[in-house]
């Protein structure tokens, strides 16, 4: 067993430190080299005596190993250290580069964006403008036309419509004349309220008038006075004023000569 000459602590005989202190155990003959325990004072090989230097470099040198170890390891931590610092650069700069690369794409993007827009705005648009200039002529133009046609046709259903209103009228006007030939309708219904009611039953009404254009209007309204007219006629012959038929008559030839030449003029049936 050796003893440690700090301690006194018994180690190993194999061990070249103290367990309790870390005290070195041996040391080594300056003179022959021999190991010599660490509390003895001179080599049991030579008898030299072992100075307190020697046991001070023989202790530096056994400590060298574990000091070298731990500053390669220092070593290796530092250059672990810069292995990580230099991911952590090159990282950076892939992130700078690609961010340097998506400004650089998004400008030449753009350069070539703007020179189509611009191309196609400058270069093509008088073309283009032309085109749809004449497009927009024809679109307005054809929106015209059909805005006409309706127009039109509106106005001849209207038309139409009014000449029918005068029909019926015409149809009243026979079945009174038919009513008085056959006495139904006496000299005393020729006054008051019946011929009053009976007039207003042959008066166009405004809602139909009011879809005419004023020319139209003019030529439905003429005619419907004369339909009125030989209404009147009718009842002032009933009351022996005879002569009152034959004025009818020339109305009734005035009317149809007036709504021929109407349905003529705008086309109706």
Request: glycine share 8%; proline share 1%; aromatic share 6%.
């Amino acid at each position: 067993m050796k003893v440690c000459g700090s301690c006194q602590a018994t180690n190993k005989d194999t061990s070249k430190f103290c367990n309790s202190c870390g005290t070195i155990l041996e040391n080594t003959c300056e003179k022959c080299g021999e190991s010599v325990p660490s509390t003895s004072q001179f080599c049991h090989n030579c008898g030299t005596a072992i100075s307190n230097n020697q046991r001070v470099n023989n202790a530096s040198q056994i400590i060298e190993g574990p000091q070298i170890m731990t500053d390669l390891s220092a070593q290796q931590l530092g250059d672990s250290s810069d292995v990580k610092n230099k991911d952590e650069f090159h990282k950076i700069l892939k992130v700078v580069g690609l961010v340097y690369a998506l400004v650089i794409v998004g400008i030449v993007g753009w350069y070539f964006l703007s020179d189509d827009i611009e191309y196609s705005g400058s270069k093509m648009s008088p073309e283009i403008t032309a085109n749809e200039a004449k497009v927009t002529e024809n679109n307005g133009q054809d929106k015209a036309v059909e805005a006409q046609k309706k127009q039109a046709k509106n106005a001849k259903e209207a038309q139409q419509a009014a000449v029918n209103r005068l029909m019926e009228f015409e149809s009243v006007l026979k079945s009174m004349a038919d009513d008085i030939n056959a006495g139904s309708i006496t000299p005393g219904m020729a006054t008051g309220s019946f011929r009053t009611n009976k007039v207003q039953q042959i008066t166009i009404d405004n809602e139909t008038l009011n879809k005419l254009d004023n020319a139209s209007r003019t030529g439905i309204q003429d005619m419907n006075n004369l339909q009125k007219e030989r209404m009147n006629a009718m009842f002032d012959g009933l009351r022996g004023n005879t002569s009152r038929y034959a004025d009818g008559g020339k109305m009734y030839d005035l009317f149809y000569s007036k709504l021929n030449q109407y349905k003529s003029t705008y086309g109706l049936q």
